[in-house]
């Protein structure tokens, strides 16, 4: 099922994430907007979390380096990794043309509520043109 931008949440520094609820847990997928991707260009490595790490919100938990830049990757929730999309980092290309589907970079078994600081679609389109 393809993962449908406007009803994700995003992070002022362009995490997007997807909530879904399993077993009467919540899970958050977690990845970069096509706009983050595309403003990095050219990107050569990613690093990921392992699984069984504790995030809080806002802490950083990889990187991601473009041949122009090298930008953290924080966590919008907090919570536990659960997964990791091991096949990302060498696939990288694959996040120009789908950086909602097989763009997805962690799961997380939700500790907390979302903060009310993440942004819905609309929203985040704005701060996006905004940025330029």
């Known amino acids: 099922m393809a993962r449908d931008p406007s009803t994700l949440r995003y992070a002022e520094t362009h995490e997007w994430v997807d909530v879904q609820e399993e077993g009467g847990d919540k899970f958050a997928t977690i990845g970069i907007s096509a706009f983050a991707v595309e403003q990095l260009n050219d990107l050569v490595y990613m690093d990921l979390p392992e699984v069984g790490r504790v995030l809080e919100i806002g802490e950083e938990f990889g990187e991601v380096e473009s041949v122009k830049a090298v930008s953290p990757l924080y966590s919008p929730v907090a919570g536990e990794v659960v997964a990791v999309h091991s ?6 290309d694959n996040l120009n043309d789908d950086a909602f589907d ?17 942004m819905d679609y609309a929203a985040y389109q704005k701060q996006c043109s905004e940025a330029g």
């Not at 096949?87 to 990288?92: E, F, G, M």
């Not at 097989?102 to 993440?118: E, N, Q, R, T, Y």
């Open 87 to 92: 096949d990302l980092p060498d696939n990288l």
């Open 102 to 118: 097989f763009g997805w970079i962690l799961k997380v078994k939700l500790s907390a509520d979302l903060p009310d600081s993440l």
